[in-house]
C-alpha cells in the first residue's frame, strides 16, 4: 500500500498487508475480528459496486409498483367516466365502480406494503455501505476529510449519508415518512377507500350526513392504518446493533 505523504520515515514501519489507522498501523481491535490485508480495497470495492446495483434493483422494483397502481387507477376512472356519460351516472356507474374499485384497491395496498418493505431493505443496504466506507476509512484515515456521506452504520449515519441535516429525531423520521413515496400512495389508497364506502352507502340510499361521515371515517382509518405501518421501515435500527455507532461529541 502507498504511503501517505506526511509519513514519517524515522518511525516505525508497518508490517507488510496491514492496514493503518490514524493512531498508526491497525490491529485487530481497530479494523476488526481480524487486521484487513492486501486484497482489501479490491474487494470492498466489488462489494461497494454490488450494493449500488442492489439499491438500483429495489428503486426499479419501486417506481414500477408505484406506476402499475396509478396506471391501474388512471385506466377505471376512464372507464367509470365513459359508462357514467353513457348512463347518466346511474345504477350501471355504481355497480361498476363497486366492482372496480375494491381491485384497484387491494392493487394500492400490495404497492404500498412493498414499497415499505423497499424502504426497510434501502435503510440496510445503506448501513452496509456505511460499514463499507469505515473499512476505506480504516485503510486509508487521511480519506475521512473529503467524505460527505456517512460511515456510521447507526440511525445517524444512515441520516447523514441522506443527507439530512440535524440530528436523527423522532420528528425528522416522521416528517421523513410524510413526504415519502409509500405515503402518496397511502393517500391514494385512503381516497379509494372513501369513494368505495361513499357509492356504498349512497346505492344503500342511506341519508348524506351519514355517508359523508363513513367517507371522512374510512379516509382516517385507512390512512392512519398505513402510516402507522411504516414503522416497519425502521426495523433494521431496532433489530441490529450497530458495529459503528456515531461518537456521542457528533450527534
Known amino acids: 500500500m502507498m504511503e501517505t505523504a506526511d509519513h514519517d520515515a524515522s518511525g516505525p514501519r508497518p508490517t507488510p ?72 351516472f346511474g345504477a350501471e356507474t355504481t355497480t361498476l365502480a363497486l366492482a372496480l374499485l375494491p381491485v384497484v384497491f387491494l392493487v394500492g395496498i400490495a404497492a404500498y406494503a412493498r414499497l415499505v418493505q423497499i424502504n426497510a431493505e434501502e435503510f440496510r443496504l445503506v448501513m452496509a455501505m456505511n460499514r463499507l466506507r469505515r473499512a476505506y476509512l480504516t485503510l486509508e484515515p487521511g480519506l475521512e476529510h473529503y467524505l460527505t456521506t456517512g460511515h456510521h452504520d447507526d440511525q445517524q449515519g444512515v441520516f447523514v449519508t441522506y443527507m439530512v441535516d440535524g440530528p436523527a429525531t423522532r420528528r425528522a423520521l416522521w416528517v421523513y415518512f410524510v413526504v415519502n413515496t409509500p405515503s402518496i400512495v397511502a393517500t391514494v389508497d385512503a381516497a379509494l377507500a372513501t369513494a368505495m364506502v361513499v357509492l356504498g352507502l349512497q346505492a344503500a340510499e342511506a341519508p348524506r350526513a351519514v355517508a359523508v361521515a363513513g367517507g371522512v371515517a374510512a379516509f382516517v382509518l385507512v390512512w392512519g392504518t398505513l402510516f402507522w405501518l411504516q414503522r416497519q421501515t425502521l426495523r433494521p435500527f431496532r433489530y441490529q446493533t450497530p458495529r459503528f455507532p456515531t461518537p456521542p461529541d457528533r450527534n
Open 17 to 88: 498487508g496491514m492496514p493503518k489507522t490514524a493512531d498508526g498501523p491497525a490491529t485487530p481491535s481497530a479494523a476488526g475480528e481480524r487486521p484487513l490485508g492486501e486484497h482489501a480495497p479490491a474487494l470492498l470495492a466489488a462489494e461497494h459496486w454490488s450494493l449500488l446495483a442492489a439499491r438500483s434493483l429495489i428503486w426499479s422494483e419501486a417506481q414500477s409498483r408505484a406506476s402499475v397502481f396509478l396506471t391501474l387507477l388512471s385506466a377505471s376512472i376512464i372507464a367509470l367516466a365513459l359508462v357514467a356519460d353513457a348512463t347518466g
